[in-house]
């Protein structure tokens, strides 16, 4: 059974650090991996996603890379803003089950402080 | 629509009742996921839908839940008899593609707002 694991569960730095969110996940057969941001009370909103054969992608601020046969995943934010507090979910969509699920982590709670 | 849109989007019920929580997937998608999310944790699949045919319900926690798509667009989730572990948010997600391996491009998943139930 698929287990993704995020570390550290919170986080809270000054405004304008850079800082790195960490994914791992126990089976290695992925898909793609995505990560999510999700605001109190709300949905998650898409951030960014890696197909299993991609090293990395980015968007502005963010950074993400793949490293599928350690089983892990980073999320960089550059020049963190206040803006940016929200909880960071990553999920891994499986290749082995006949079904489409997303496997998620418990979440980064972060915390920008200006 | 250009998003996922879930509705209503806060629903109080008394433990016992029976509620019904709607999910409107963007135009086109074939795929439709609900997940249930309790306080402080990352979600947890629910049940899948490709088109109008449910192909995974294996995580419905229990018969009380039941989940349709009839016409391969409107989902609705039900819960019947409702239970205080019943309270979460439950997030509905909708995808282009089908199965990995086809030729059509990954676009990933989009996901709702959510309905945030609470069972008094």
């Known amino acids: 059974k698929q287990e993704v694991t995020q570390i550290p569960a919170a986080l809270s730095v000054p405004e304008g650090e850079n800082l790195v969110l960490n994914c791992s996940f126990t089976d290695s057969a992925i898909y793609n991996l995505q990560w999510f941001r999700q605001d109190p009370g709300k949905g998650l909103t898409s951030l960014l996603l890696i197909q299993s054969s991609q090293r990395e992608q980015t968007s502005g601020r963010l950074n993400a890379s793949l490293d599928k046969s350690s089983g892990r995943s980073t999320l960089y934010i550059a020049a963190s803003q206040p803006g940016d507090s929200a909880t960071y979910l990553c999920?891994?969509?499986?290749?082995?089950?006949?079904?489409?699920?997303?496997?998620f982590g418990e979440g980064t709670q972060l915390t920008v402080n200006p | 629509g250009a998003g996922v849109s879930q509705s209503p989007r806060y629903k109080v019920a008394k433990r016992g009742q029976d509620v019904a929580l709607r999910c409107d997937p963007i135009s086109g998608h074939v795929s439709l996921f609900w997940y249930q999310q309790a306080l402080g944790q990352g979600p947890e699949f629910l049940t899948y839908?490709?088109?109008?045919?449910?192909?995974?319900k294996s995580g419905l926690p229990s018969d009380r839940f039941f989940a349709e798509r009839p016409e391969g667009s409107v989902s609705t989730l039900k819960i019947q008899r409702t239970q205080q572990e019943d309270s979460a948010v439950y997030l509905c997600?909708?995808?282009?593609?089908?199965?990995?391996?086809?030729?059509?491009?990954?676009?990933?998943?989009?996901f709702g707002s959510g309905t945030r139930l609470t069972v008094v």
């Open positions: 997600a909708s995808s282009l593609v089908r199965w990995p391996g086809t030729t059509q491009i990954n676009y990933g998943y989009t």
């Open positions: 999920a891994v969509r499986p290749t082995r089950t006949s079904g489409s699920r997303l496997t």
């Open positions: 839908f490709q088109n109008e045919a449910q192909l995974d």
